[in-house]
């Protein structure tokens, strides 16, 4: 059972749109939702990060929307650039625990 | 400062031989952590490690799966004897202090084939 889904798998976009990227969990202890940014052979690196207790948090042009109700949140990229092509993964962590639990990751290229 | 290194990078290896796959976390970081990316699916979490001692290893997925980390620095992932479906990415991550927002670092991964 996959308690973080993520969608898309894959998104292509071109240099300038916004990238979106959505996660809905079913886990209402979970309380700490990273994004992570994956470069082929690289390991996952921390993105943007928030907590519940926060709607929307940004940093630069990347955006977290937060909807506690709804369980979901989702990644916005601004003015996406080809630079930002990798696959990104949504994640969520409660804490009582220490793992992470990752959703299926998403593919973004970003056409020029 | 060093991050998270994993050796090997890439191991091809037949069914029923063994693997060790090593990582080395952040010095002074107490929690490593083990994780999988089977093809295409997403990265699930193995175990969790505190200093030498294992925390949780709710995600091992069976007794051929052995980890350690003695001394409580690097930390072994043997599988013995492997098996196709043993195939994907191998993370290793470490992170200084538990929960809040801590933040895991990543290795590169070990990308293991089993043929």
């Known amino acids: 059972q996959q308690q973080v889904k993520q969608s898309p798998q894959s998104l292509i976009v071109q240099k300038g749109g916004i990238s979106i990227i959505n996660c809905a969990y079913e886990n209402t202890a979970f309380d700490y939702f990273p994004w992570y940014q994956q470069f082929p052979g690289k390991g996952p690196a921390l993105l943007i990060a928030?907590?519940?207790?926060?709607s929307e948090k940004k940093e630069g042009r990347f955006t977290i929307s937060f909807n506690k109700s709804a369980k979901q949140f989702s990644l916005h990229i601004m003015d996406s650039q080809p630079g930002d092509s990798a696959t990104y993964f949504c994640?969520?962590?409660?804490?009582?625990?220490?793992?992470?639990?990752f959703g299926g990751g998403t593919r973004l290229m970003v056409k020029p | 400062e060093a991050g998270v290194t994993q050796f090997p990078s890439h191991s091809v290896i037949e069914k029923g031989q063994t693997v060790t796959l090593r990582c080395d976390p952040i010095?002074?970081?107490?929690?490593l952590y083990w994780y999988r990316r089977v093809m295409g699916k997403e990265i699930k979490f193995l175990l969790h490690?505190?200093?030498?001692?294992?925390?949780?290893e709710s995600g091992m997925p069976n007794n051929r799966f052995l980890a350690e980390r003695t001394g409580g620095t690097y930390s072994t992932l043997k599988v013995q004897p492997a098996e196709l479906e043993d195939s994907g990415v191998y993370f290793c991550?470490?992170?200084?202090?538990?929960?809040?927002?801590?933040?895991?670092?990543f290795g590169q991964g070990t990308r293991l084939t089993v043929v």
């Open positions: 991550a470490s992170s200084q202090d538990k929960g809040g927002n801590t933040e895991a670092f």
């Open positions: 010095s002074g970081h107490d929690n």
């Open positions: 490690f505190v200093k030498e001692s294992k925390q949780d």
């Open positions: 928030i907590r519940p207790d926060v």
């Open positions: 994640a969520a962590r409660n804490n009582a625990g220490n793992m992470l639990t």
